[in-house]
């Protein structure tokens, strides 16, 4: 772990150094848990919205985008729930003085007993090599049934603790599982409380005109409570999406992992509207469906894990996560929800307007059921980042930091980067920059050593270096450097679009 949390400091301070994440308003010494994105960040971001814009709604024709504002009538909390029931369980220690998430805790709890499942199974694998049935194993063995057993319990009794709002006995339950302050090793816990995430402000000029508004906690409601008008001017037929990207305002008890907490951050959310009884089926697609736009993306299959539900949202009869391996191990990165009817019907009990569809095929009216997916932009920033980050030693015995970032996610398509800045060089070199840049990100770099210039590309991502050199001025041939395999290869300078094109093109 303590490896681990070294690549965590050290992803942070690469992407502070290179300009991709800063903390916010660093000249008075930041402001906890919220970021911002530096002009590397942005362009990585820009290319992560982009991917999963043009994924979800140019390539479904029954998706739709849509782009809502951030505050929202303050009804609309009421009815979705929000006002009275997004909280989060916190817990003091009292030796520490250090605030937790009591759910946080125990799901921490569950981790270390299913470590100690996997190592049983991975010693097991290990002994019986090709003949293992990991099933059977998992089924039988004594030791692996009693830590199953003790999972279950423990969930099922928060679970139930939970649903009947007994924070008594969630903090019995932490005794119970003499789960320790993981600072300071102390058990002496505090009462469990209840705690509301949605950040307030005042709307109005006047003191006594002013309304509460809410920043909004997520996207989704935004879509809910458009429903109709989204159906009506685009008369989409049921089942069709809703998508958006926009910011989310929450108040974290705790904001300790850079950015995968923060109090201010981005989510891409889609809400699929379908005919009730069938959300079963799509909540299945969508979970599919999603995973697969993952592991397109070209990051390693097994960072990936999906993660059922046992606590379930106010508003979901069924959840799931996509999970992902970050430096601080597997955690949520994306929600697949099937929200039931629970936020139109909400809606229109407060608001007294019908949000209803008329379905042909059936001939019936009804309130659309919604599975959601949800996913967290600076989440899937920091996923793509830190699996790209690598120390790596080299054959010749130096070592390099490199970002093998995705190349269609690279801030910089490529770099022109002149071999000496004289003998004409640097203006061949601006003149292949110039047929570049309206296609393309493109960087120019003639400052320093080659060596050093490819070693900057490499910290930034840059997937492809061209050099220009003495015989580019008379055979129109440049090199192409590959940032992973550091192959060089002869090309032509008319054939260079074509070729980054190819290369970067997003995986759709
Ligand atoms: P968690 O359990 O980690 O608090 P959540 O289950 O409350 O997350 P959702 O309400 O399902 O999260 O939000 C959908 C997505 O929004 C999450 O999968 C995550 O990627 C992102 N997200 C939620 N809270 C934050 C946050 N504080 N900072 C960054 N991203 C977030």
Redesign the pocket.
């Known amino acids: 772990m303590a490896n681990q949390e070294d690549l965590l400091k050290q992803i942070i301070s690469h992407a502070k150094e290179y300009g991709f994440v800063f903390p916010s308003s660093e000249i008075y010494d930041g402001l906890s848990a919220v970021y911002d994105y530096g002009p590397l960040g942005a362009e990585l971001k820009n290319h992560l919205k982009s991917y999963w814009w043009k994924s979800m709604v140019q390539m479904h024709e029954n998706v739709v985008g849509l782009d809502t504002a951030i505050f929202m009538h303050p009804t609309t909390w009421k009815a979705s729930g929000h006002t009275d029931a997004f909280n989060d369980p916190l817990i003091d220690n009292k030796d520490s003085k250090k605030r937790y998430r009591a759910d946080v805790l125990i799901e921490e709890w569950v981790n270390k007993i299913q470590a100690k499942i996997d190592k049983e199974v991975a010693k097991a694998e290990n002994r019986f090599g090709e003949s293992f049935d990991k099933e059977q194993f998992l089924a039988t063995n004594p030791r692996v049934l009693a830590n199953k057993e003790k999972i279950d319990e423990a969930e099922n009794r928060f679970k139930n603790a939970m649903d009947n709002e007994d924070l008594a006995d969630v903090r019995q339950l932490i005794i119970d599982l003499d789960i320790a302050d993981p600072v300071s090793g102390s058990k002496n816990w505090t009462d469990v409380r209840q705690f509301n995430l949605m950040f307030s402000t005042e709307i109005g000029a006047t003191a006594e005109g002013a309304t509460t508004v809410y920043l909004r906690p ?1 996207t989704a409601q935004g879509i809910f409570v458009n429903f109709l008008n989204v159906q009506k001017t685009t008369r989409m037929k049921i089942p069709f999406g809703i998508a958006q990207i926009g910011k ?1 305002f ?1 108040n ?1 008890i705790i904001a300790r992992q850079f ?5 201010e ?1 981005e ?1 891409m959310e889609m809400q699929f509207f379908v005919r009730p009884g069938e959300e079963m089926k799509w909540y299945e697609f969508w979970k599919t469906e999603r995973l697969k736009w993952h592991e397109r993306i070209g990051i390693a299959k097994e960072n990936y894990r999906f993660h059922d539900h046992l606590k379930l949202a106010h508003y979901a009869n069924a959840a799931a ?1 996509i999970e992902f391996n970050f430096p601080f191990g597997f ?5 697949i ?1 099937s929200r039931t009817d629970f936020d139109l019907k909400q809606h229109e009990e407060h608001s007294g307007k019908k949000l209803q569809y008329f379905d042909p095929e059936i001939n019936k009216n009804y309130v659309p059921f919604v599975v959601e997916t ?3 932009l ?2 899937l920033f920091l996923a793509v980042l830190s699996s790209s980050f690598k120390n790596e030693e080299l054959e010749d015995g130096s070592s390099r930091v490199v970002l093998k970032l995705p190349a269609f996610l690279a801030p910089y398509k490529a770099a022109v980067l002149p071999l000496t800045k004289k003998d004409g060089l640097p203006e061949k070199a601006r003149q292949i920059m110039t047929s570049l840049k309206a296609k393309f990100n493109i960087q120019y770099d003639e400052k320093d050593s080659i060596g050093k210039r490819y070693r900057r590309q490499d910290a930034i991502g840059t997937p492809f270096s061209i050099t220009v050199d003495h015989d580019s001025l008379n055979d129109n041939t440049v090199t192409i450097r590959d940032r992973d395999s550091l192959e060089q290869t002869r090309v032509k300078i008319a054939d260079l679009v074509t070729i980054i094109q190819e290369k970067t093109e997003a995986p759709l």
């Open positions: 997520e989310a929450r974290e950015i995968f907490r923060m109090r951050f989510q996560d955690k949520e990165l994306e929600g929800h949800s996913i967290g600076d989440r």
